[in-house]
Nanobody
Framework: DVQLQASGGGLVQAGGSLTLSCATS????????IGWFRRAPGKDREGVSC????????HYAASVKGRFTISTDNAKNTVYLQMNNLKPEDTAVYYC???????????????????????WGQGTLVTVSS
């Protein structure tokens, strides 16, 4: 079974930092593309970042570029999202998801459409106070 578990969310003041973790299992981690997504209150889900594990290619949404960093620990099959200089508009439930399509890259049509098809984690809430 493909499983992803996101954790690390919490309450932080504007300008603060948090690191989210996405622990994965049930698939070939080295062949996967992992994405982070978020859904803010009253808004549609959007792509935040992605990483292609095999070649290390990363991508960030314009709204988080320069503040967020995606990384992996391949030995632990875990993907991280380091979030710095957080803003109130970063408040959202954050999800990690996996795309196992060998042809998928980072970013992909499925990332832009927030339609990763291979599995989703349960989400972790990030609240940034002003």
């Amino acid at each position: 079974d493909v499983q992803l578990q996101a954790s690390g969310g919490g309450l932080v003041q504007a300008g603060g930092s948090l690191t989210l973790s996405c622990a994965t299992s049930g698939f070939a981690f080295d062949d996967a593309v992992i994405g982070w997504f978020r859904r803010a209150p009253g808004k549609d889900r959007e792509g935040v970042s992605c990483i292609s594990i095999v070649d290390g290619i990363t991508h960030y949404a314009a709204s988080v570029k320069g503040r967020f960093t995606i990384s992996t620990d391949n030995a632990k099959n875990t993907v991280y999202l380091q979030m710095n200089n957080l803003k109130p508009e970063d408040t959202a439930v954050y999800y990690c998801a996996v795309e196992l399509d060998e042809a998928a890259g980072c970013p992909s049509i499925n990332w832009y459409g927030t339609m990763y098809s291979s599995g989703w984690g349960q989400g972790t809430l990030v609240t940034v106070s002003s």
